[in-house]
């Protein structure tokens, strides 16, 4: 069994930031990509940015370039999301999901955590 937890999320003012985090149990990420997705009332789900275990290398979504940063802590097993800047239009709820390493963003993912909330306030 793998199982994802997100943690991190909270209320804060536009302009601030907030640090979400992506644990894993069960096994490692280490043959694994790990994606952030978010999901607002209404809305589509909209991809946010993506690590490669291995090699480290990043991908954002357009909206957030510049002031989200995502990294890795290989000692903890964990993937975290640094929001910076924050915009009301950024609240959602913030999933991770880990996505075999050998495919594209977007084709598959095995698994998925529950989400957490982060909301930004006018």
């Known amino acids: 069994q793998v199982q994802l937890v997100e943690s991190g999320g909270g209320l804060v003012q536009a302009g601030g930031s907030l640090r979400l985090s992506c644990a894993a149990s069960g096994r490692t990420f280490s043959s694994y990509s790990i994606d952030w997705f978010r999901q607002a009332p209404g809305k589509e789900r909209e991809f946010v940015a993506a690590i490669n275990w291995n090699s480290g290398y990043t991908y954002y979504a357009d909206s957030v370039k510049g002031r989200f940063t995502i990294s890795r802590d290989n000692a903890k097993n964990s993937v975290y999301l640094q929001m910076n800047n924050l915009k009301p239009e950024d609240t959602a709820v913030y999933y991770c999901?880990?996505?075999?390493?050998?495919?594209?963003?977007?084709?598959?993912?095995?698994?998925w955590g529950q989400g957490t909330q982060v909301t930004v306030s006018s």
């Open positions: 999901a880990a996505r075999p390493e050998r495919l594209r963003i977007g084709t598959k993912y095995d698994y």
